[in-house]
């Protein structure tokens, strides 16, 4: 399947999640490719700055452990908007997460039951940009390392298993969400 339009949700909790990005980056009607693209003209040049003055390494573990807490946070605030059980809340923010991807990655549902979501990222825009930019690692921690905090909405009741991504050198991402189907 193209696009993540066909992705459908387990549960159907209610329809809270129009606007659940708002908070973060604001009513601007653009994908989140788009806010992605707009947040890289600006941390692309502060970091490599910080890598020129302090060193990549030292910049680069800097900047890593910034967008995780900023990450971690965003996440959290957004999964306390919503209402429902972890596994509710964890749905309803998919179904938002998928409006805003769009078109920008391709995946392969493998599997998708109550207790399972199983699918691999065949082709990502995501990881296109930010190999054309010469920023991958900037692009993982952007975007990759966030499907962490995601898991982390869905609270114990959702975990993930992602061995490889697109953003680093793999030719698919491989998405394995085991879910408990009591709530």
Known sequence: MAGAD????TAQPEDTTADIFEPAF???????L??????????????????????EEQANRIASQA???????????????????????WDAFNKALFKQVGGDVDL????????AWEFNIT????ADFFRQLGEPELGALLT???????????????????????????KYCDFR???????
């Open 123 to 126: 082709s990502c825009r995501y």
């Open 34 to 55: 788009e806010k992605v693209k707009i947040q890289a003209q600006v941390l692309v040049p502060m970091l490599r700055a910080f890598r020129a003055e302090l060193g």
């Open 108 to 115: 392969e549902m493998l599997k998708q039951t109550p207790d």
């Open 26 to 32: 604001g009513k601007i009607g653009l994908s989140l």
């Open 67 to 89: 967008l995780r807490e900023w990450s971690a946070k965003l996440f959290q605030d957004i999964g306390g908007q919503l209402s429902g059980s972890p596994r509710q809340k």
């Open 144 to 170: 990759c390392e966030m499907d962490v905090d995601i898991e982390a909405v869905g609270g114990p009741g959702v975990t993930m298993t992602r061995t490889q991504t697109i953003m680093k050198g793999a």
């Open 6 to 9: 066909g992705l459908k949700t």
């Open 177 to 183: 969400f085991k879910m408990k189907t009591d709530g």
